[in-house]
């Protein structure tokens, strides 16, 4: 069974710090590794990564995947109470796009 | 303005009793997703449907049913055999199978008493 664990389940800092958030992955046949943002309602879709040592950019988030390790980190610089919210990692099989979600990762950005 | 759209936002029913929820798109994807949401806990896949006349049954498919007669919409009914309905629950489509990134409509939030 496809398995993706984030780490940490919540983590609270104040405006401007920096935080990264872990998700690893065991997936019988992996394709590639999602990051969604959720705020309250609809998740919504941050980055997609297929391969490794290469880093997504979108401003203040960036985000790495390790294929050897199995693992992504998503980064997020100089945060925003704006960035509180739940950050889902989800992996992807080659089977029909299915999908396998972490629990994710609650942050809470205080000002 | 495309985009997937989920009514109820909210629905509450009685045990014992069939619920359906309405999932629309007019993105003309052709896959579509439904998944459960309980708090603290990511989603998990209840049924998708790849094309129009087909879906198959996710991680979490007991007590749920499907269909998908119009490549627009992909309603869920949750039926009295699920033991634990109350939930958020939602919607995804994606443009086809090989597409990676889903787009996910509001949710319903399910209230079972």
């Known amino acids: 069974e496809d398995k993706v664990v984030q780490s940490p389940l919540s983590l609270v800092v104040h405006e401007g710090d920096t935080v990264t958030l872990n998700c690893s992955y065991e997936?019988?046949?992996?394709?590639?590794l999602l990051w969604y943002k959720q705020e309250k309602k609809a998740p919504t879709f941050l980055f997609m990564l297929?391969?490794?040592?290469i880093e997504k950019k979108s401003g203040r988030l960036s985000s790495i995947l390790d294929k050897k390790e199995l693992f992504s980190i998503l980064n997020i610089t100089a945060t925003q109470t704006g960035d509180s919210a739940v950050y889902l990692c989800a992996v992807v099989s080659p089977n029909a796009g299915k999908s396998t979600f972490g629990d994710g990762t609650t942050l809470t950005v205080k000002p | 303005d495309g985009g997937i759209t989920q009514s109820p936002k909210y629905l509450f029913r009685k045990e014992g009793q069939n619920v359906t929820l309405s999932c629309e798109q007019n993105?003309?994807?052709?896959?579509m997703y439904w998944y459960r949401q309980d708090p603290g806990q990511g989603l998990r896949l209840i049924y998708y449907s790849q094309i129009v006349n087909d879906f198959q049954k996710g991680d979490i498919a007991e007590g749920y049913s499907v269909s998908r007669e119009k490549k627009e919409s992909f309603p869920l009914t949750v039926t009295s055999a699920q033991k634990n309905p109350t939930a958020f629950y939602l919607c995804?489509?994606?443009?086809?199978?090989?597409?990676?990134?889903?787009?996910f409509g509001p949710g319903t939030r399910l209230t079972v008493t």
């Open positions: 993105l003309n994807h052709d896959a």
């Open positions: 995804a489509s994606s443009i086809d199978r090989s597409s990676y990134e889903q787009y």
């Open positions: 297929t391969s490794s040592g």
């Open positions: 997936v019988t046949n992996f394709r590639s």
